[in-house]
């Protein structure tokens, strides 16, 4: 990344000139962790209008700033120190990474002279984080600096968006140097396509006029590009039935008689039966044909013509050949179909399927704490408010991706590409400082409410309105359901032994909860506790629950 | 999408910045593409690199590799080389021709060998020596260090013809190539 320097400003340090350039471009929150190796950094930071939020481990940072992005819809930015701090954002990179969420991290590296010594907090920050992110740079030369954070802005949030990372020497961001903060980044490799070939889309609407029984897919890359409206308008426009990944829940409302279910392992069958079987052209909307959506490859669209939009044009063909591929950016691409539509509908007959998605075709297994979930969920729907929604890894996140059917609190917000325990508690901090006027609120699991609950005290300090669910089985729920089906039912490490009081942990973080094994409390319960500007726990104890559930059924029936 | 592997040859061209040998080897790595031998030297442009890397492949793969490749921020160009000494299926003379990104090349590769030379070995090596043409680099009154070039073939046979000496050392620098525009009229 070389820059054009026009007359010779002033000489500032390179932390000086760092902090500058993200005023510049409108940053306005750092999630960081502070270390020998970025204090420069935060020495300027403290003149700066940008708050920094303290975590309480640089993986909460890393996840926050995921959270941030995705409502800003601008990178989210973090900061760490050399070593176990550049370590510890790992993690949170390789999630942005798989979910193609714009963050910029920059990590403190140690001094120039002693890198490659085995020097006191020395890691290899550029070559551990290179497969975890879209793309990294060491800043070996003060000259390169200012080109370089205006790269790593670019980068991350252009094209298939995801995670930069750069690693400043301590010396680097010491050094005075006539930085010119307007250079550019000049990156001749670096092209994004963002308007799809109009021959290919012309195509494309023809298959899908001509289609008999068409389909539309819709994966993470609809939100990721701002999509939603313009994929709602193709939908409604031309009566396009919609199935989804796990990545693009809530997109389109679970009532609209379009919407068809999920795909994949945690998917309903309907949704798998029509993508495998019966549609003859399938409209793919920014999916990456992961694994968990395309189980079975060799069945997946065997009888349909394949039409796949992908800002990224590595992901065509990657995993399935596709008929009619249109590379480019996926709001472009369908503002370009809806104005053509405009002027020469197509599909002008009735949707081959409508409304037979119900719930009860899920391919989740129902296990005795599905009925509670699904309660809880509920319960959580009918809160008519706009929330920011968050969820963890485990049975909770697969039970509330299909049970959570209030668009005021959609889509959700999930790791879906790593599965990263321990995401939805900062993510949620995270979107709530992007948007500080809506509550938040993190689905979780007991055992990944356990892997970052430390930043449970961000939310407190901050006043944070935020609500964690954890829906308690006292166990790793996922793990024990995978040892019942695939391993006979024999057990073991899915059992904590030990419950967590999770009302006094709230306490003692100087937040507040309750612990719910009455099925009339989770309704009240969970109006209270968004509504509190407080930061709170609602553990719901789902054996109690499920007991209690029983016996008002049994007395029902009785 | 399974094809059968073949032996391909991609070509990069890319910004000569610090960590590209790694980004390209550890991409090659992570995503499991196998490579049979990659060099890299400059070109007469400052600051741009060329790799030429060969690969086994099958065709879905190999398109995926250049996608791969083309997507790291450094890398400026891919192509996709057929030897011109070998005649292209009819699938791959489709693909030449929607794609610019596949081109005719020449091909070359250099093999250094180190040899024993003595009353023994002398007419094998002065034998091998005027066929292949070689030159001699060094003469250390017991061994001799001969310096090979040509077609991947040629060098193949140089060390076929070299089995019956005893080679002590021997290096082959892995092919180079060079895309050729005009040799896509005489398909
Ligand atoms: C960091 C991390 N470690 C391990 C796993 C593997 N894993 C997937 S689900 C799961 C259990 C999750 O338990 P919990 O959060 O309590 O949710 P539940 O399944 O009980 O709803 C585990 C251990 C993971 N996804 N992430």
Redesign the interface.
């Known amino acids: 990344?070389a820059s054009k320097t026009k007359g010779s400003p002033l000489p500032m340090t390179g932390a000086k000139a760092l902090v500058r350039m993200m005023e510049d471009r409108g940053v306005e929150v750092i999630f960081g962790y502070p270390g020998g190796a970025n204090l420069p950094i935060y020495d300027e930071l403290r003149q700066s209008k940008i708050q920094h939020i303290l975590t309480r481990h640089e993986a909460g940072a890393a996840h926050m700033a995921e959270g941030y992005a995705r409502v800003a819809g601008s990178p989210g930015v973090c900061l760490a120190t050399s070593g176990p701090g550049a370590t510890n954002l790992v993690t949170g990179l390789a999630d942005a990474l798989l979910d193609s969420i714009p963050v910029v991290a920059i990590t403190g590296q140690i001094h120039r002279n002693l890198i490659g010594t085995d020097a006191f907090q020395e890691v290899d920050c550029?070559?551990i984080t290179?497969?975890v992110t879209k793309?990294n740079e060491?800043i070996?030369h003060e000259s390169d600096l200012v080109a370089a954070i205006d790269?790593a802005f670019y980068?991350a949030n252009s094209g298939r968006k995801g995670p930069v990372l750069l690693d400043i020497p301590v010396d680097v961001q010491l050094a005075n140097y006539p930085h010119d903060l307007k250079a550019k980044a000049i990156?001749?490799?670096?092209q994004p396509t963002v308007r799809g070939n109009i021959g290919q889309i012309k195509r494309a609407l023809r298959a899908l006029d001509r289609a008999e029984r068409p389909l539309v897919l819709i994966g993470g890359g609809v939100e990721a590009s701002g999509a939603v409206a313009e994929l709602l308008s193709l939908v409604r426009k031309c009566r396009l039935p919609v199935v989804r990944t796990l990545m693009a829940t809530g997109v389109i409302g679970a009532d609209d008689e379009l919407y068809q279910g999920m795909i994949g392992t945690h998917g309903n069958s309907l949704a798998n039966r029509l993508v495998n079987q019966d549609a003859d052209v399938i409209l793919a909307i920014g999916v990456k044909m992961s694994n968990r959506s395309i189980v079975k490859p060799e069945l997946f669209a065997k009888k349909a013509k394949l039409i796949q939009i992908d800002i990224?044009?590595?992901e065509?063909?990657?995993n399935?050949?596709a008929d009619i591929p249109i590379v480019g950016d996926i709001k472009e691409t369908l503002r370009d179909m809806n104005r053509r539509i405009e002027e020469k509908p197509i599909c002008g007959r009735e949707p081959w399927i409508l409304g037979k998605h119900k719930r009860s075709t899920t391919m989740l297994p129902k296990t005795d704490a599905a009925r509670v979930m699904e309660l809880v969920f509920d319960e959580l729907s009918k809160i008519d408010q706009k929330l920011h929604v968050t969820t963890d890894v485990g049975r909770h996140q697969m039970w509330a991706n299909h049970h959570m059917t209030n668009p005021k609190h959609l889509p959700l917000f999930t790791s879906g590409g790593l599965g990263t325990m321990g995401f939805g508690l900062p993510a949620a901090i995270g979107c709530w400082f992007a948007d500080k006027e809506t509550p938040v609120v993190n689905i979780s699991g007991d055992g990944s409410f356990m892997m970052n609950m430390q930043e449970f005290l961000v939310a407190v300090e901050h006043k944070v309105p935020l609500t964690v669910i954890v829906l308690n089985d006292f166990r790793l729920g996922m793990i024990r359901e995978l040892q019942n089906l695939k391993y006979g039912k024999r057990h073991i490490a899915n059992d904590f032994n030990r419950d967590l009081d999770y009302p006094l942990l709230a306490q003692a973080m100087g937040g507040w909860g309750e612990t719910i094994v009455d099925p009339k409390r989770i309704g009240p319960a969970l109006k209270k506790a968004i509504q509190s500007r407080k930061p709170n726990i609602l553990c719901f104890d789902l054996e109690l629950l499920d007991q209690r559930a029983n016996l008002s059924l049994k007395e029902k029936a009785g | 999408m399974q094809s059968t592997e073949n032996r391909h040859v991609i070509a990069l061209e890319v910004e000569d910045k610090p960590g590209v040998l790694t980004r390209i080897s550890a991409l090659f790595s992570r995503r499991g593409f196998n490579v049979e031998s990659l060099t890299v030297g400059h070109t007469h442009q400052p600051g741009v690199s060329r790799f030429t890397i060969v690969v086994r492949a099958g065709e879905a793969e190999l398109e995926q590799i250049r996608k791969q490749t083309q997507k790291l921020v450094h890398v400026l160009k891919t192509y996709h080389v057929l030897d011109r000494e070998v005649e292209p299926d009819e699938r791959m003379k489709a693909i030449m021709a929607a794609s610019n990104q596949v081109q005719h090349a020449v091909m070359r590769e250099m093999a250094l060998v180190k040899v024993h030379y003595d009353a023994q070995s002398s007419r094998q090596i002065n034998h091998v020596v005027e066929v292949f043409s070689a030159r001699m680099l060094h003469w250390s009154g017991k061994d001799l260090v001969l310096e090979f070039s040509g077609t991947e073939a040629k060098i193949d046979a140089v060390f076929k013809e070299l089995d019956s000496v005893s080679v002590l050392e021997s290096v082959r620098t892995g092919k180079v190539a060079m895309s050729i525009e005009e040799e896509k009229v005489d398909l």
């Open positions: 990344m550029f070559n290179m497969p793309h060491l070996k790269g980068i990156l001749p490799g670096y990224d044009p590595a065509i063909g990657k399935l050949p």
